[in-house]
Every structure is written in structure tokens, then in C-alpha cells.
């Protein structure tokens, strides 16, 4: 019994005892007891206890300690993205926003420019000469799904002759024909080339019949010329009476015949893309029309 508690305990002093005590059960217990009980409380180099030790241990739980409250505060405030090198900014990018708000301001509070003056144009047309010279050429072929949707037409600076059609001939409004411009709308779909110029009219009528509200649809085919431009043609027009007698049916005009047609208005027309973004068109007409359209 004595050599297996030596292999056990190689160092343990109540070995010495066992080994000289008497056989009587009573000296056996109670020298399993001072086995059993000192032995835990046996101090050794790498307890705690070591002022060295104590000092690493404690240094070691201030660290581990660090490190969570580090990776708790990167995920709890992650820090702020890397700006690019300056060799990768582009100032014109900065410059967008402002010159695209700057001209959206001048557009706007002039009726889509049926009540612009000579002051009136002049901004428009500087704005817009602004920012298409910052963004640079459009390239349709690249970025014609861009002209998808349904755009609204904010300013045309053909309006501000004071007819419908700017430089083209169109009716003018005025008191010998009481013509109220509502809202016009391109509709564009790249997929079926369809290019639809919407158009709400209120038409005046003698007293005391109330004014005729109708709704123009003129249906084009479009193609691309290049890479900005796109010509247009004719196909139908459509007007359709809303409010009190918008249960109507649609009136449908077909294209008259190239024969039939005046050459002012040959049935076709092309304009040029000068800005185009997800929110924001530019165009110009064959005939210098500056138009600013948003999607609606």
C-alpha cells in the first residue's frame, strides 16, 4: 500500500506516518485523513499565490478584457468608410448636385415657361449649359434603359412664345382661344419603341357651359441616331374628353398622309439627349427647344 501511494503522491510527508503506524484500524483512518485533507491545500509554483503569476494573470484578463470592448465598440459604431484617394475623386461629381438643383430652380415658378421672360430664359439656358459641360456627352447606347419610364415635363423654353407648339406652328393661348395647358408627359417604353407625348387640355367654352377637359395622346415611334439623338414619327393622336364628360369615348385622328401635310410639320422630328440621369432629362429640339423633363 505504501509504494502505491508513493507512485500517487511521490512527495507527500504522510506517507512517512502510514508506514510506521500500527495495523489497528483506527491509526489507518486516521492516517487516510491526513492524506485526504492536506492534500488539496498543497501549495505549488504555479498556483496564484506567486506575486509573479498573479501580476501575468491579471495582466492577461485586462487584455482579454480590451479586446471585447474593442470589438464590441467596432460593431456597435463601425467606423466611417475609407474616402477614395484624391488621384479618384472627381470634382464634376461634386458639382453635379448643385448645378442639377440650380437648374431645377430656375425652371420652376415659370409655368413650365409659359410665363418666362427674357431674365427667365437666360438662367434656364445658363444652368442647363452648366451642367451638361460638367456630366459631359450621353451615350444612349450605353444607358437607354435611363430613358424608360414616364417623364414630366417641367420647362420648355419653346412655350415661352405663347403657343403650344414654341417654334413650331401650334394654337396659342390667349382669349381668342382659351387653351389651359395642364400637365404633359413622355412616355417612353425602349422595348416596344413606343414614344408618347400626353398632353391635359382645358378647352374654354361660351357661358355658361364649363370648360372642356381632354387628354391628348400623341403616339410616336422612336429610333436612335447615333449615340444622344433620337428622331421621332408620327403615327396617331388620340383625345379622350375627361371630367364631366369623361364618359366619352376616345376620339382617335389618324396621321394624314405625307401629301396632306404642311411642310412645316412633316410628321417627324428629331432632338439630341444633352443630360440624363435616373431622375433627370435634358433634351434639345431641331429648332433650339431646351426642354427639362423629371420622372414622374
Known amino acids: 500500500m505504501a509504494s502505491s501511494s ?36 498543497q501549495s505549488s509554483p504555479t498556483t ?12 492577461r484578463r485586462s487584455l482579454s478584457l480590451r479586446s471585447v470592448q ?44 409659359l410665363a418666362a421672360n427674357e431674365e427667365d430664359l437666360r438662367k ?27 417623364w414630366k415635363l417641367i420647362y420648355s423654353s419653346a412655350f415661352s412664345s405663347r403657343t403650344l407648339g414654341g417654334s413650331r406652328p401650334g394654337p396659342p393661348t390667349g382669349r381668342l382661344l382659351p387653351i389651359t395647358l395642364g400637365q404633359v408627359l413622355q412616355r417612353i417604353d425602349i422595348l416596344s419603341k413606343d414614344f408618347d407625348n400626353i ?11 364649363p370648360p372642356i377637359e381632354v387628354t391628348a395622346t400623341l403616339a410616336h415611334k422612336f429610333e436612335l441616331i447615333g449615340t444622344s439623338s433620337i428622331k421621332i414619327t408620327f403615327e396617331k393622336t388620340t383625345v379622350k374628353a375627361t371630367g364631366n364628360l369623361s364618359q366619352l369615348p376616345p376620339l382617335e385622328l389618324p396621321r394624314l398622309p405625307d401629301g396632306l401635310r404642311p411642310p412645316s410639320n412633316p410628321g417627324s422630328g428629331e432632338f439630341e439627349v444633352t443630360y440624363l440621369d435616373d431622375d433627370t432629362r435634358i433634351t434639345r429640339g431641331d429648332r433650339g427647344e431646351l426642354r427639362v423633363f423629371v420622372i414622374s
Open 6 to 41: 508513493q507512485s500517487f503522491l511521490p512527495h507527500s510527508p504522510s506517507l512517512t506516518s502510514l508506514s510506521h503506524s500500527s495495523p489497528s484500524s483506527s491509526s489507518s483512518s486516521f492516517t487516510i485523513k491526513s492524506l485526504i485533507i492536506p492534500t488539496p491545500i
Open 48 to 59: 496564484t499565490h506567486c506575486p509573479i503569476r498573479r501580476r501575468l494573470l491579471g495582466r
Open 70 to 113: 474593442d470589438e464590441v465598440s467596432a460593431y456597435v459604431d463601425p467606423p466611417p468608410p475609407t474616402p477614395p484617394p484624391e488621384d479618384e475623386r472627381s470634382p464634376s461629381f461634386e458639382l453635379l448636385p448643385y448645378l442639377k438643383l440650380k437648374l431645377l430652380s430656375a425652371a420652376s415658378g415659370v409655368n413650365r415657361g
Open 124 to 150: 434656364a439656358e445658363d444652368a442647363a449649359k452648366e451642367l451638361e459641360g460638367v456630366a459631359g456627352k450621353v451615350d444612349l447606347s450605353k444607358d437607354l434603359d435611363k430613358l424608360q419610364g414616364r
Open 199 to 209: 398632353v391635359d387640355l382645358e378647352l374654354g367654352a361660351p357661358w355658361p357651359f
